[in-house]
């Protein structure tokens, strides 16, 4: 059954008409209260002068008033509505609606209504004359005349149309620079007095507030009001401060392998070294406290954006890692930099390069016959700059213009640091490093371009190694090995800077079919190559004859990169962000995996220490938390936005881009049900705590719902949940599974008896004390602090509670994972900030035992999986709204 009317019932006269009286109620109750509040500062004056003076004056009789409401503080006199800040919602125009996004069904005629004005959370606006009571002490306004006019929908403006334009160029000012708050709370308006704030019922920054009942802040000028639960009786009852629980990187899921180059090495201590996103990774293959297979990380978290390449030190200690350029959550740049740091301290060393590198670090390579006295860099500027530094001292030797196409790779020869060779887009370079050797700026770098002769140019060149005789081989996109011997200069042209050779190819040899995406040195003078459409491993012997070969299998990708590991272990990176370890004789078996495009969908397992991911490389992925290993996965066609679990954990629902949503058995990976609502994308599935029901939130405006049988595999329609004016974001079930409460994408928060039919609740005052199985809705009474001063509405992506209700993680849009005590009702509440994603983050989700946070990087593809220390845990209380913190509330913790 349908819990609403459909949009097209009723004709547009009946829609425009019913339109107009609620904006003309919402008009009368905003005198109305105006009138109250003016009454009720007025009296409190009387009450404040001097016995003397109030003996020689008469007040007016005051209006009869019921009881205060529950919650209402002790300090607010019940037949008294205290005036808090004022600002004037008709002065701000409504946020335009994204494109390409339905308006969605019309709010149906008449119905009842909620306290203090007629106005829905987020802006809405809708009344009848038979509106159902609201809290006790607000006044009510008669039934005005009805109006012919047509009023804008979710707009209470009274002005004529020659006045628009004069709002609008209000709108910056009177929108989200600052979400502003109940009267009660002067932290957002400078510790300011409210009755001797300045401006009064015309001011553009005014709004009238009940005292003890609700809250308010805006998002893009948009109001949005909650109501504070009766057990509140006072704001600063609730916690300050950060939470004493912490946050500790335990796992990176996923390797930046399919679009960057120089990303893996073995060091010293025998650990892999590679990245993604904002993190270096230290990994020990097998042995490490993950289990078999699973091995151990440590992390470099010393960038600010994300990595691109990496260099280890001839001492196999010392690493360099570039970065890209980026921005900061003000849109202030962020410089690239190469950081030189101790693998085993994880301590940085040296920070080269701060301002003199453009976009980012495109290749580096440290020298190797002095000992890596010197470093080479590349930037990813239009002329790509060749620069050389000295590493002790973090100074620049020398700089030049490399070349206007892209370069793939760059290195020192291992005999001769002043020969340096670069190679990518239709070229192979040969520099020549001549003077000032150690005096900043006074070395000269002169170039001799490869010449292919009879042999056909390729497009790209991407790698090339240094053999033991002095030779250099490099491989091409044609899928050919070319050889590149010394021979005399030209004496025509001779060389600048004292440089008496140069290269020429010398041999050719068709090694794969496609490009050649790696090169690799063995320890035994043999060199390995990889391709990239065969996926073939190939080791060639002196001569280039080839010895022994290996396929990677189609599922990894092709080869990206490869390292030689103890004895004849070799460790393979692939272009779908996998790595491999094994040999060519035995084969390859991946222990590293993760997405290769953007992440939204993550669900955790409710009894086991497992979840789900889901994203736009149309992967669905079961991870193995414990194991820190990939379960199983399968493809799902389609991009998947959204999945969750079913109570029992048997069966998992998984929401697709097209209006598809499908339920998979968890452990035969079987689909049970597969179902369409609507043609849009659905951004959010939930089952009730019982698992009897499923909510479906779709980009239509609707949320579907189900009755689930006991075992989670069939599904019948239930009801439409129909009323809101955009798209679903958010959603969460009470913990009796009878209601829904939702957000969506103009902020409006609204709540529905599903068990009565679907219903939607006008009178939300009433849903304040209503206990909610989780908390996901990024907008609420419980979670307003989250937001950050002067948001548009798009900075959090995602929220959740812990489950033993003790804190709040948040996603937001500047690659940061937050963590917040709950609840979280205080305006621009500290919280402790934690680094690591290089992309906006998707969501975060507390595991069963509240053990572990995970969170997604979206563009990054990056699975992070976050120890929760200090406290938390299975079987602790609840915390309570009088919990002392053990922190101080002044500012957020960086992490």
């Known amino acids: ?352 390069g701060l301002g003199a590198f453009e976009r980012g670090v495109g290749a580096l390579a440290f020298s190797v016959v002095d000992q890596g006295a010197f470093l080479c860099v590349v930037d990813d500027s239009n002329e790509h700059m060749l620069s050389i530094w000295d590493c002790s001292r973090g100074s620049k030797l020398a700089e030049i213009k490399s070349t206007n196409d892209s370069v793939l790779a760059v290195g020192f020869s291992p005999r001769d640091s002043s020969c340096i060779v670069t190679s990518g887009k239709s070229h192979v370079h040969f520099w020549n490093w001549s003077g000032g050797a150690g005096v900043p700026g006074n070395g000269t770098l002169t170039r001799k371009q490869g010449v292919f002769g009879k042999y056909k140019k390729p497009k790209f060149i991407p790698c090339f190694v240094f053999l033991p005789d002095g030779d250099i081989l490099t491989g091409d996109s044609e899928g050919h090995i070319l050889t590149w011997g010394r021979s005399l200069s030209d004496s025509k042209t001779p060389g600048r800077g004292g440089a008496k050779e140069t290269y020429g190819i010398v041999a050719q040899a068709h090694a794969h079919e496609g490009s050649i995406f790696a090169l690799c040195l063995r320890r035994d003078g043999t060199v390995l190559s990889g391709g990239g459409r065969d996926r073939r491993l190939v080791q060639w012997g002196p001569g280039l004859v080839v010895l022994q070969e290996a396929e990677i299998p189609e599922h990894f990708g092709a080869v990206r990169a490869i390292a030689e590991g103890p004895g004849s272990e070799l460790l393979v990176g692939t272009t779908k962000n996998a790595l491999l370890r094994g040999d060519l004789a035995q084969g390859f078996s991946p222990v590293i995996q993760g997405h290769t495009d953007e992440l939204w969908g993550l669900c955790t397992h409710p009894s086991q220490n497992r979840f789900l991911t889901c994203g736009h490389d149309r992967q669905l992925c079961l991870w193995d938390g414990e194991g820190h290993a990939l379960a199983w996965s399968i493809d799902l066609k389609e991009t998947g936005l959204c999945a969750d679990f079913h109570p029992s954990g048997a069966v998992v629902a998984v929401g697709l881009n097209t209006g598809r949503w499908l339920v998979l058995d968890t452990e035969t990976r079987e689909i049970m049900s597969d179902v369409t609502d609507g043609n849009e994308q659905l951004s959010v599935v939930r089952y009730s705590p019982d698992g009897m029901y499923l909510a479906i939130g779709s980009h239509d405006n609707m949320i579907y719902i189900y009755s689930i049988s006991s075992d989670g595999a069939k599904s019948s329609r239930f009801g439409r949940c129909v009323g809101h004016s955009s798209f679903i974001t958010h959603l969460d079930w009470s913990k009796d599974g009878n209601f829904i409460m939702s957000n969506s994408g103009d902020y409006e928060i609204l709540y529905w008896d599903v068990a009565a039919g679907c219903k939607l609740l006008r009178n939300r005052y009433e849903s304040r004390d209503r206990e909610w199985s989780t908390y996901t809705c990024v907008l609420g009474f419980h979670v307003y602090g989250v937001w950050p001063d002067g948001s548009d509405g798009t900075d959090i992506n995602s929220l959740c509670r812990s489950h033993n209700e003790r804190v709040v993680a948040v996603a937001d849009d500047f690659c940061k994972v937050h963590l917040f005590q709950y609840p979280c009702a205080r305006a621009k509440a500290p919280s402790r900030i934690y680094a690591g994603h290089g992309s906006h983050v998707t969501s975060v989700r507390f595991t069963h035992d509240d053990s572990h946070l995970v969170s997604l990087g979206g563009k990054d593809a990056s699975i992070f999986q976050w120890r929760v220390l200090g406290a938390g845990g299975v079987g602790l209380t609840p915390a309570t709204p009088s919990r002392t913190p053990s922190l101080s509330p002044a500012s957020s913790l960086d992490v």
């Open 1 to 352: 059954m349908d819990g609403a009317a459909g949009p097209g019932e009723g004709s547009t006269q009946e829609a425009l008409l019913s339109l107009s009286r609620r904006l003309q109620v919402q008009e009368e109750e905003m005198e109305l209260v105006k009138a109250a509040l003016a009454e009720a500062l007025r009296l409190l004056r009387l009450q404040s002068l001097p016995a003397t003076l109030q003996g020689t004056v008469t007040p007016a009789p005051i209006r009869d008033s019921p009881a205060a409401p529950p919650g209402l503080p002790p300090t607010c006199s019940p037949s008294l509505v205290s005036r808090g800040t004022q600002t004037e919602p008709e002065t701000q125009p409504l946020p335009p609606r994204p494109s390409g996004l339905s308006n969605g069904p019309q709010a149906p005629p008449g119905g009842s209504e909620e306290p203090g004005g007629s106005q829905l959370e987020g802006g809405g606006s809708s009344s009848s004359g038979t509106g159902s009571p609201g809290p006790p002490g607000v006044l009510k306004p008669m039934q005005p005349p009805q109006r012919a006019d047509t009023p804008r929908r979710n707009s209470s403006s009274s002005s004529s149309p020659s006045e628009r334009p004069r709002q609008k160029l209000s709108r910056k000012a009177a929108s989200s620079a600052n979400l502003l708050l109940r009267s009660g709370s002067t932290e957002s308006r400078g510790g300011k007095d409210p009755l001797s704030s300045p401006g009064g019922p015309g001011s553009r920054r005014s709004n009238y507030n009940l005292e003890g009942i609700s809250v308010k802040m805006f998002l893009r000028g948009r109001p949005i009001t909650m109501y504070i639960p009766s057990g509140i009786r006072s704001l600063e009852e609730l916690p300050i401060g950060p939470p004493p629980e912490t946050l500790s990187l335990d796992w990176v899921y996923g390797y930046r392998g399919r679009d960057s180059r120089s990303n893996l090495f073995v060091l010293r201590s025998g650990e892999v070294v590679y990245f993604i996103a904002c993190v270096v990774v230290l990994y020990r293959p097998g042995g490490g406290p993950g289990g078999p297979g699973g091995g151990g990380q440590r992390h470099y978290r010393g960038h600010s954006d994300c990595v691109r390449c990496l260099a280890v030190h001839p001492d196999g200690v010392r690493v360099a890692s570039g970065q890209t350029a980026g921005v900061d959550k003000d849109g202030k740049p962020l410089q690239p930099v190469v950081h030189v740091w101790d693998s085993e301290t994880l301590l940085k060393l040296q920070e080269i």
